[in-house]
C-alpha cells in the first residue's frame, strides 16, 4: 500500500502557475506508475498526466505544452507543475500510483480554482 498526500492547490488567475506536490508514504523508486488526474464540478475524472517508470510520460491533449509532471525519488515525491492555467483546468486535482499497474491508490485530492 501507499498513501498520498496533494498540496499546493489554490485559487490563481488566467495565466498563472501553480505547482501541486504529492507526497508518498514510502519509496517511489520502484513504483511503476505515478499521475495526477482531476474532476470538475458535473465532470468525470479525467487523465492529466502520468509518469511511467520515471521515463515515459503522457499528457491530456488539453494540458500539452502548460504542465509538466516530475517525480523525486529521493523526497518520494511527485509533482505537476501547471503554467498557462485557463479557466477550464478549475477542478480537483487527484495524485495517484500504482506499484504494478493494477491497484491504484487515490490521494484525498486539492482544489485548483482559475478565476480573475
Known amino acids: 500500500q501507499v498513501q498520498l498526500v496533494e498540496s499546493g492547490g489554490g485559487l490563481v488567475q488566467p495565466g498563472g502557475s501553480l505547482r501541486l506536490s504529492c507526497a508518498a508514504s514510502?519509496?517511489?523508486?520502484?513504483?511503476?506508475?505515478m499521475g495526477w488526474h482531476r474532476q470538475a464540478p458535473g465532470k468525470q475524472r479525467e487523465l492529466v498526466a502520468d509518469?511511467?517508470?520515471?521515463?515515459?510520460?503522457h499528457y491530456a491533449d488539453s494540458v500539452k505544452g502548460r504542465f509538466t509532471i516530475s517525480r523525486d525519488n529521493a523526497k518520494n515525491t511527485v509533482y505537476l507543475q501547471m503554467n498557462s492555467l485557463k479557466p477550464e483546468d478549475t477542478a480537483v486535482y487527484y495524485c495517484?500510483?500504482?506499484?504494478?499497474?493494477?491497484?491504484?491508490?487515490w490521494g484525498q485530492g486539492t482544489q485548483v480554482t482559475v478565476s480573475s
Open positions: 495517484n500510483a500504482s506499484p504494478y499497474g493494477t491497484t491504484y491508490y
Open positions: 514510502r519509496s517511489i523508486a520502484s513504483i511503476y506508475a
Open positions: 509518469n511511467l517508470n520515471g521515463v515515459i510520460m
